[in-house]
């Protein structure tokens, strides 16, 4: 596949615009840890976005800190954790998934991709901290939006477009994204042996409680043993200290653990990696209001799906070769939707990777991305998303 | 005023009383106003230096009715401003002459509340302190806080994307909405967002929160509300120059520590607040912080003492905590009170919003003094201490022939001096009317094409709240158009496909 490495606004734009003109396809690249994600598409050109890599400015105490998106995610996080702050949406890793080495992910790929690990539900996604992005749209021309401060409302909030666009939009050459204090101490509080009912119970009434859990995860009993439901804990030590004697008590009736180091770390890097999530099989990544988990898990287990839970719930990964309708309504029945993350043997040839939305909604959103890209250089059918209502300018 | 409008359409304005008509067919009662005196109390919102009594106002009840008048002007290609409780401080409810007002008042009900998921679905008339009232009493709240939180509206915050005291650590309120249900201006009704927390496709509700009522009329809206902290409490700290203040908050963040509110008060400020509240704020120092901490006790407990020992380290000459609940508020009543106490030494004041990084502070608020004399005007000086975003208070009197003109010729220039130290032109306010034609201080003309291009996706009839945020109405076939630099490559030396 031919490939193009700009390492300047200017020739990005020019690649860009070129292909704008003559009607190729381009696929934007990052550290390549999810180019196995969308199987679809047709012949096109990759633009490998490395060449716009290192750090431009990063003053801990503003929690402001600007990189070009081609930086690698594991350089970003030496350099924030070295200030003892963090990427509040501890991203997860999508490498292994997909046979590549842990760290793989550039920031832009992050961004583009949406990813925000276990801290989704009280830290917030990408989405809530990315605070500007300086990038070249579909039509071949530089432009920002955002800013270098950690509050703003001037204008569109364009960085949220940018997260989860997959891109769609624009290549992304710098990203600004806001980060915060790292926490001092850690605790994971661990029950055994719950079934999903029990588990999502118990989860939601952590969450809604003054323990404020930084993430909860709920991961099935296999081979190895009973479920594990893990609520974690971070913050200042006395103040963790305080809330696991809370969380200890909201859950009397339950037995609470306290998972020694080796167990934690075992734990939460498979929920990072998603390393249990490989078995062979098509992942899906089903992302629904938590109340609703346990319907799902009911619906889909028996069918012999593989499954695990974070985000208390609201997301759940489940390995699955059965009928992919199936997920979908049942995503849909769940308040949510099904994204089919990985399906490297083609069991699900031609299904688009994002679940389809509502005909207006649809339409809004072609226009959105027309409004950016309006000859469809990002449209390269790698997501199976080119229908006919598409109206690509170059369409052939 | 010296802010130009787009120029009023005769032809509509002559239809007036055959619009009314329509709308009647639609909203019936006394859902369509007409009568010029039942007019006036919507000629402005918070931005009062600017009035125009709307063409007309409708009052829907249910979002069948705000679809099928907005599909109706839309057939019509008459132009719709919506309206929540009319508290902008932009002008982004501004009427326009030949413009039907879409008030969202009737939408006043909190639809539902489900405490295991945490999530409350309201209608976007309900205020922002009643959501917090409807889930208080099981021990939750919804976290982003304006001050005018009595009066504004959930539907006017996620325009304007609103914040308040908290929202360092707590968000604004983009990071507090998880789905809005929007009427487009052709009368099509979509949901973005919901119980999930990120959309299947594009992320549509983080655009259209902060949207400015360019994008649709939100009749809908699913937000998260959180637990409420055990306990909070309160520093409140003096300081003998802004420089050290400044220092002070840089090396509480710099600790690790994200407090629940962290503000700042310059002198006049200070004076100005406790003249009208009386609650003890020290009147011998140039800065004063509040700084609040909440969550377990023994947080609390543990993170007041490390800001004490911080702020003494940065020079503090006088720190009180708070002891209970009353004193806590009493820290905090003056700076709530700060804006109608600035209103009590000046017949009138005119509130700025720009955010700039922290550090510039010191340099800032010099400039901002030198800017003072020359043009002649006060200022008083509020301040999102841990965010960067700084509310000048400019003080003036409208009686005062040119005084108005003067503020606001002080004001943008604030506001370009914020955009020159790496800030920006409004931090939680909106450009609305206010800033519009600033924003080609902070963007390019490319990147304005963006954003509007955008609008075109939503309302290519550029119908909806025209004359806002962006400085010039392209229309959306001229911004459609691509330039392809007809066989001219600029970089010959790359690797061509
Ligand atoms: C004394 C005072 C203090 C304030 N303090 C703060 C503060 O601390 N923080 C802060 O962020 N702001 C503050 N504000 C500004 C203001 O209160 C907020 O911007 C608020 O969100 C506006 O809400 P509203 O319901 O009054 O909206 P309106 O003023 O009626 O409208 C604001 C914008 O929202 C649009 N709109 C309203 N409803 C809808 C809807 N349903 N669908 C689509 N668009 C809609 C309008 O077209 C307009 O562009 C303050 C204002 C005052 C007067």
């Known amino acids: 596949m031919p490939m193009l490495a700009p390492t300047t606004s200017a020739e990005l734009a020019d690649a860009i615009a070129g292909a704008a003109a003559d009607g190729t396809r381009l696929e934007i690249r990052g550290g390549g840890s999810k180019a196995g994600v969308g199987t679809g598409g047709r012949q096109t050109a990759v633009l490998d976005m490395r060449g716009f890599a290192g750090i431009i400015d990063y003053d801990p105490a503003e929690l402001v800190l600007t990189v070009g998106a081609g930086t690698p995610l594991a350089e970003v996080e030496t350099l924030v954790a070295a200030h003892g702050q963090m990427l509040a949406f501890e991203p997860f890793d999508h490498g292994p998934l997909f046979g590549r080495p842990v760290g793989a992910a550039t920031i832009g790929g992050i961004v583009a991709a949406g990813v925000a690990g276990s801290r989704r539900p009280v830290m917030g996604g990408v989405r809530d901290h990315l605070l500007r992005f300086e990038g070249v749209s579909g039509r071949g021309e530089p432009f920002m939006a955002g800013a270098k401060v950690v509050k703003n409302v001037t204008g569109y909030d364009l960085p949220k477009l940018m997260c989860g666009s997959w891109g769609r939009l624009a290549a992304l050459t710098q990203v600004t994204l806001k980060v915060l204090p790292a926490p001092r101490e850690t605790t994971s509080c661990l029950v055994r042996g719950l079934d999903p009912r029990q588990a999502c119970a118990v989860m939601a009434r952590a969450m809604g409680s003054q323990a404020e859990p930084s993430a909860a995860i709920h991961i099935p009993g296999r081979a190895r043993g009973a479920s594990l439901t893990v609520l974690r804990l971070q913050g200042f030590g006395p103040s963790v200290a305080a809330r696991a004697a809370l969380l200890e008590r909201l859950l009397g009736e339950h037995v609470v653990e306290t998972p020694d180091a080796a167990l934690a770390e075992a734990i939460w890097g498979d929920v990072r990696t998603l390393a249990p999530m490989n078995d062979g099989r098509p992942l899906w990544r089903l992302s629904i209001a938590a109340g609703a988990a346990p319907a799902v898990i009911a619906a889909l287990e028996p069918l012999g799906a593989q499954w695990q839970m974070d985000w208390a719930g609201s997301l759940i990964w489940l390995c699955f070769d059965g009928g992919g309708e199936l997920v979908r309504r049942t995503a849909a029945g769940a308040g949510g939707h099904a994204m089919l993350v990985r399906d490297d043997r083609g069991v699900y040839a031609g299904m688009p990777t994002f679940q389809p939305q509502a005909a207006v909604l649809a339409a809004l959103e072609t226009r959105v991305r027309r409004a950016f890209d309006p000859a469809g250089v990002f449209e390269t059918g790698r997501f199976s998303d080119l229908a006919p209502h598409l109206d690509l300018a170059h369409a052939d | ?497």
Not at chain 2, 20 to 37: F, S, T, W, Y
Not at chain 2, 70 to 79: A, D, E, I, P, T
């Open chain 2, 1 to 497: 005023m010296s802010l130009r409008m787009p120029e009023p359409d005769a032809a509509v304005i002559a239809r007036r009383g055959e619009i009314a008509a329509a709308l009647r067919a639609i909203v019936p009662g006394e859902g369509v106003i007409d009568d010029p005196a039942m007019l006036r109390p919507y000629e402005s919102d918070g931005l009062t230096a600017y009035r125009q009594p709307p063409m007309l106002v409708v009052l829907p009840e249910t979002k069948d009715q705000v679809s099928a008048v907005l599909r109706w002007c839309h057939g019509q290609g008459v132009k719709v401003v919506p309206r929540g409780s009319g508290t902008s401080l932009s002008g982004g409810a501004l009427p326009l002459a030949d413009a039907v007002l879409l008030g969202m008042a009737k939408f006043n009900q909190v639809l539902a509340v489900d405490y295991e998921d945490r999530v409350a679905v309201v209608q976007p008339g309900v205020t922002n302190l009643a959501v917090t009232r409807a889930v208080e009493d099981a021990g939750f709240y919804y976290a982003p806080d304006p001050s005018s939180q009595i009066a504004c509206s959930i539907g006017g915050n996620v325009a304007e994307n609103s914040g308040g005291v908290h929202c360092l650590k707590y968000g604004l309120t983009t990071n507090n909405v998880l789905g809005v249900e929007l009427v487009m201006m052709d009368g099509e009704i979509v949901r973005l967002g919901g119980r999930a927390l990120d959309p299947a496709g594009l992320d549509l509700l983080g655009i259209v929160v902060g949207s400015e009522g360019l994008l649709g009329v939100v009749t809908e809206v699913t937000v998260r509300i959180l637990v409420k902290p055990e306990t909070a409490r309160a520093l409140l700290i003096g300081f003998a120059s802004v420089e050290s203040a400044g220092q002070c908050v840089a090396d509480v963040i710099a600790a690790g520590i994200i407090p629940a509110g962290m503000e700042m008060m310059d002198r006049p400020a200070i004076h100005a607040a406790e003249a009208f509240v009386n609650v003890g704020y020290p009147l011998d120092v140039e800065a004063l912080l509040i700084v609040e901490l909440d969550g377990p006790a023994a947080e609390c407990d543990h993170l007041i003492d490390e800001v004490e020992r911080i702020a003494r380290a940065d020079g503090a000459v006088s720190c009180r905590i708070s002891r209970d609940e009353a004193e806590r508020l009493a820290f905090w009543a003056g700076r709530k009170a700060a804006f109608p106490a600035v209103g009590r030494i000046s017949p009138d004041y005119y509130c700025m919003d720009g955010t700039i990084p922290r550090r510039r502070l010191p340099e800032v608020l010099q400039r901002m003094e030198q800017l003072s004399a020359q043009h002649g005007l006060g200022v008083a000086n509020v301040f999102h201490a841990g965010d960067g975003n700084l509310h000048p208070l400019i003080l003036y009197d409208a009686n005062v022939p040119g005084d108005l003109e003067r503020a606001e010729a002080f004001g943008a220039d604030i506001l370009r001096l914020c955009v020159e130290v790496g800030g920006v032109l409004t931090g939680e306010h909106g450009v609305g009317v206010e800033k519009r034609d600033l924003m080609p201080a902070m963007f390019s003309e490319v990147d304005l094409a963006h954003q509007q291009r955008l609008k075109c996706a939503f309302d290519p009839g550029l119908l909806l709240n025209p004359g806002k945020v962006f400085p010039t109405l392209h229309r959306c076939a001229e911004l459609g158009r691509m330039h392809v630099h007809a066989g001219q490559v600029a970089f010959p030396e790359l690797p061509r496909f």
